[in-house]
C-alpha cells in the first residue's frame, strides 16, 4: 500500500521568496517518488523524480526535492520565486522499479505574489 | 505534434447521454491510463491497460468503460452520463523510468 500526503492545499510566497512545498509518502516497498507541475489549463508536467539514485534530484525550473527516508519526505525546493511559478504542484509515489501504479496527492496551489 | 493528444478539450452534454473522450499518443509506450481531476481531490485513477489486450479497472471505474484500439490509441466512454461526472479528465502514458506524460485533458460538463 502506498499513499502521500501533501501538506497545505494552498502556500503563498513573495517573489524571490523561498518556495518549499511539502509532501510525505507512505510506501510497503523502497519508493519511486515524483513531483509534477499543472498550469492553468494544461496537464501535468513532470517537475523531478526520484528513482533510488541520488537522494537530491534537481528537475527543471530551478526546482530540487531531497528524499529523507528517515523523514518519509519528498519536499520540493526553489530558492527564488518568479511569478511564473505560480501553479498546483502534485506529489506522487509509486514502487520501486518502474512500470508500477501511481499514487497523486491532492495537489498544493502555489501563489507568488508580486 | 503533442506527445499525448486528448479530444475534445471541452465538452458540454446533458445527462443520460453516451460521450466518447479519445486519446492518442506518439510515445510508444504500452502502458496508458485514464484519469479525472476534481478540485481538492487530486487525481483518481479511472482505467489503465497494459497492452492492448490488458485493461483493468482503477479506483473509479463504476459508470466508465474504455477501449484500447491499438498500442497508440485508448478511449473513455460515459455510457450513461450523470452531473457527478463532471470534471477534467487525463490521459497519460508512462515510461519505464515511472515518469507520466499527461495529454492537456477534456474538461466534460453534464447538465
Known amino acids: 500500500a502506498q499513499s502521500v500526503t501533501q501538506l497545505g492545499s494552498h502556500v503563498s510566497v513573495s517573489e524571490g521568496a523561498l518556495v518549499l512545498l511539502r509532501c510525505n509518502y507512505s510506501s510497503s516497498v523502497p519508493p519511486y517518488l515524483f513531483w509534477y507541475v499543472q498550469y492553468p489549463n494544461q496537464g501535468l508536467q513532470l517537475l523531478l523524480k526520484y528513482t533510488s539514485a541520488a537522494t537530491l534530484v534537481k528537475g527543471i525550473n530551478g526546482f530540487e526535492a531531497e528524499f529523507k527516508k528517515s523523514e518519509t519526505s519528498f519536499h520540493l525546493t526553489k530558492p527564488s520565486a518568479h511569478m511564473s511559478d505560480a501553479a498546483e504542484y502534485f506529489c506522487?509515489?509509486?514502487?520501486?522499479?518502474?512500470?508500477?501504479?501511481?499514487?497523486f496527492g491532492t495537489g498544493t496551489k502555489l501563489q507568488v505574489i508580486p | 505534434d503533442a506527445d499525448v493528444t486528448q479530444t475534445p478539450r471541452n465538452r458540454i452534454t446533458k445527462t443520460g447521454k453516451r460521450i466518447m473522450l479519445e486519446c492518442s499518443q506518439t510515445k510508444g509506450h504500452d502502458r496508458m491510463y485514464w484519469y479525472r481531476q476534481d478540485p481538492g481531490l487530486g487525481l483518481r485513477l479511472i482505467y489503465y491497460s497494459f497492452d492492448v489486450k490488458d485493461i483493468n479497472k482503477g479506483e473509479i471505474s463504476d459508470g466508465y468503460s474504455v477501449s484500447r484500439q491499438a498500442q497508440a490509441k485508448f478511449s473513455l466512454s460515459l455510457e450513461s452520463a450523470i452531473p457527478n461526472q463532471t470534471a477534467l479528465y487525463f490521459c497519460a502514458t508512462v515510461g519505464t523510468d515511472g515518469g507520466y506524460t499527461f495529454g492537456s485533458g477534456t474538461r466534460l460538463t453534464v447538465v
Open positions: 506522487a509515489v509509486s514502487p520501486s522499479g518502474g512500470y508500477q501504479k501511481v499514487t
